[in-house]
Structures are given as C-alpha cells and as structure tokens.
C-alpha cells in the first residue's frame, strides 16, 4: 500500500515511533475504510480521525474558496479540488458503510452494551431512531394481528429463552487479511481443536473474524 | 440505503479499488512550473520543467490530462521485466510472482490515459494479460486444494483484484467447511500428506514445503 509523504499529524496509538510519524491522517483514513468495508460487524468509532479529517477539509474548503477568490491558476485549484473530493469521498463512504452496518443489526447493537458504546453520538441517536421506526413497524403491520402469544419483535414466541429474532453479524465470515509484523504462531480458537498458524508480515491469509478479532481492534492486522 | 458496493458480494467495487490504487506513487516529468501542492494527502512538489518527482497516481492522471506532464513508466512494467514475470509464472505450477499489489490497476489507468508515454505498448499490454490469464488459472486450481482440514487459506502474492474477487468464493467456501466441520475430523489427520505452499493445508502442524 502507498504510503503518502507527509505531516503525521495522527495520534493512532501504535507504540511503534516509526509508523507513528509516518501514517497520516489520510493514510489512517483509508485504512478505517478498508476495515470497516471488510469487517463483517460494526468497528470501533474512531471519533478522533473523523474530527480532524473535517477540520482538515474544512480548511482545505476555505484555503480553495480563497484561491478561487485570488485568481490562483486553475491548474492548482483544480488539484486541490480532486484531492479533497477523495477525501470527502473516504469519509463519507466510511460513515455510510456504518450507518448500513448499524441498519441491518439495529435490534442487535441496541441490545449489547458493548457494541453501542462503539457507535458514535449521532450514530447512536439514529440508531434509536431506526430501532424504534422498525419496532413501530412490525408492530402495526404483523404483530398486532399475531395471536397473543407471539407479538414481541424481539422473542419469537413468549416461551423463547432469548431474543431470538433479532439479527446478529455474523462472526464466523473468512475474511481476507494481512498483518504488519511478524506475529508468530497464532492460535486460531480457544478450544484448541485448531492448531497454532503462523502469521507472516505482509502475506495475505484467509481467516475467521472471531479469530482475528482483537487484532483488528490494536490494529495489527489490516483487512483487505 | 446509500451503498457503493454490493454488501453481499464482493467488500468492494472495482471502483473502489481502482480508488485505492490511485494512490500509488509514480515519476512523472513535468513540462511546466508550479508550486508545492499541500494536500490533504501529503505535500507534492514543487515542480519544476524536466526534474522528475513522484506523485501519486491520480495527481499524475490529472497533469498528464491537461499536458502538463509525462508520465514515467513504472519499472516493474517495462517488457524485460514482465516477460521475466511472465516466464516465471507459467514455469511455477503453484507460486506466484512477486508483484505490486495493484498491478492490475494502475496498468490499466496508464494505459488509458498515458499510451504515448509506454514504448511498445502492445507488448506490455500483452504481457500483462497473459500474466492475468496464467494467475487466474493458478487460482483456479490453487483453490481445489481447499479441503475439510482447512482453518486458513495463505493466498501469497495475489494483488488486489484477484483478492476482491475470489474472496466471496472463498469466504463462503471455507465457511462451509468450518460449518461442517466437526471434532470427529481430527482422525483424518494423516491423510494429506503434503503440504502445498500456496493453500496452507494446517491441520497437523507441518512445516510447509513444496511438493
């Protein structure tokens, strides 16, 4: 993958100095994208990157509107135009697959604490709201005429143990992935049924999300 | 609800992979004068007539568009190189060969916007299809290996767009094996006994070695 000169201005939280200094925000950017494109449920909101990147294309707006204004040559402005529409366009994409993920796993994410906590504030307020306008919407159209034994959105019937309506992400997709480092024998379950794989620096595996979980969070493991 | 791409087969859309190629770094020579670019991406320049400096792809595009540049011919694409690929791969029945990760993309790109600056541009254009041709057939026969011993699949090499698109295949189809994968398996152990570097066969531990 590139890796574009500049100002590391990105606080990503890899204890390694190196790639401290040269990940930018733009490179940080994109690598949020591709993980949440790829990752079968919801990522942690990186609340941090989102707020700089629309202070640093709400500057760079302003620094073209000027230019525009000054009669910069076209040839520039332009330039700086395309750059901030693919930065618009990473973000952008990287908040609607999100919000796709949040729709689709509504009822879910609501219930666990966890997963709502990695949502951020507007995600969790239109979350509500898509939950309630679906529970609205069962309710009127189905429920209501279901015996009475069976009118919850969440349960099956008033005798399921769980929720077992209720739409999960489905853990155990393979995904596509490649690690940073050399990471050494890693052991795929906790059962131990799976023996330990070896995970090399820069090759790409295909493996089980559950498995690799915790990596994608520390950000060890990129996911392509 | 807005989506770029299909949620339900590949992650990503050619597009979008042709938008993480753009930023692929590549020598153009610029013909004209002009300032350093602060971009949100990085800082580009300054950029003087004849004095070679490296840009990201879709910076380079765009200045070869409007004439202000040419673009210089990555060297992983000059013929020597491909054909040398090329040998290698229809010589390997099971490796691939070491190439930039978006091989596929970025040639394209150059060939469209940038065939005046490619030196036998029908070769090269040859080359690379064949060497698309000959990788797509190894992937082919690389995934029969996929058995019920499989937890993780060691995809050496590929690039970008042959990831994108076996990747539903092979999620759905290690996916059904895991599902019906059970404990009773483990006797099986012995029955595959060797162990191709490509499809990292990993029940038992074994050293990988090619056949």
């Known amino acids: ?224 | 609800m807005a989506s770029q791409s299909d949620p339900h087969g590949s992650a990503f859309s050619a597009a979008e992979l042709e938008f993480l190629a753009e930023d692929e770094m590549v020598e153009i020579v610029p013909n004209m004068r002009m300032d350093p670019l602060n971009l949100i991406s990085g800082d580009f320049g300054p950029f003087r007539p004849q004095i070679a400096t490296q840009v990201p792809l879709w910076l380079a595009v765009a200045l070869k568009k409007r004439g202000k540049c040419t673009i210089r011919l990555p060297d992983w694409m000059s013929v020597e190189k491909l054909t040398q690929v090329l040998e290698a791969e229809r010589d390997s029945a099971r490796d691939f060969q070491p190439l930039p990760f978006h091989y596929v993309e970025i040639s394209r790109l150059l060939f469209d916007h940038a065939r005046d600056d490619i030196p036998d541009i029908y070769m090269v254009r040859s080359l690379i299809e064949d060497i698309k041709d000959v990788r797509f057939h190894k992937i082919g026969t690389g995934l029969e290996i996929i058995s019920e011993r499989t937890y993780a699949v060691k995809l050496l090499n590929l690039s970008a767009m042959e990831v994108n698109i076996v990747r539903p295949f092979v999620a759905k189809a290690l996916e059904t094996f895991y599902k019906l994968d059970s404990p009773e398996m483990i006797q099986d152990a012995e029955r595959r006994p060797d162990a191709r570097s490509q499809a990292a066969d990993r029940g038992p531990r074994r050293p990988l070695r090619p056949r």
């Not at chain 1, 620094?63 to 529409?85: F, H, I, P, R, W």
């Not at chain 1, 990287?94 to 666990?112: C, D, G, N, S, V």
Request: glycine residues 4%.
């Open chain 1, 1 to 224: 993958m590139a890796s574009s000169t500049g100002d590391g201005s990105g606080f990503s939280g890899m204890d390694d100095y190196e790639s401290l200094i040269s990940t930018t925000d733009a490179e940080l950017l994109k690598r949020a994208w591709r993980n949440e494109k790829a990752a079968p449920e919801i990522l942690r909101f990186e609340a941090s990157l989102v707020q700089r990147s629309r202070e640093q294309i709400q500057l760079m707006e302003e620094t073209v509107e000027e230019y525009t204004k000054n009669g910069v040559d076209a040839l520039s402005v332009s330039l700086y135009q395309m750059d901030l529409d693919r930065t618009l366009f990473l973000l952008r994409s990287y908040l609607r697959t999100r919000l796709q993920k949040i729709e689709k796993y509504a009822f879910h994410i609501q219930k666990t604490s966890e997963l709502w906590n990695l949502l951020s504030k507007q995600e969790q307020t239109f979350a509500k709201r898509c939950t309630d306008d679906m529970e609205q919407l069962f309710e009127q159209s189905v429920l209501s005429k279901l015996p009475d034994r069976y009118k919850s959105h969440l349960k099956q019937s008033v005798i399921s143990e769980e929720d077992d309506m209720v739409p999960e992400a489905q853990l155990d997709t393979f995904v596509i992935c490649r690690c940073k480092r050399f990471l050494g024998a890693f052991q795929l379950d906790e059962t131990g049924v799976e023996k330990p794989v070896d995970l090399e620096a820069d090759d790409l595996y295909a493996l089980r999300y559950k498995s690799i979980k915790p990596l994608v969070e520390s950000g060890q493991v990129d996911l392509v």
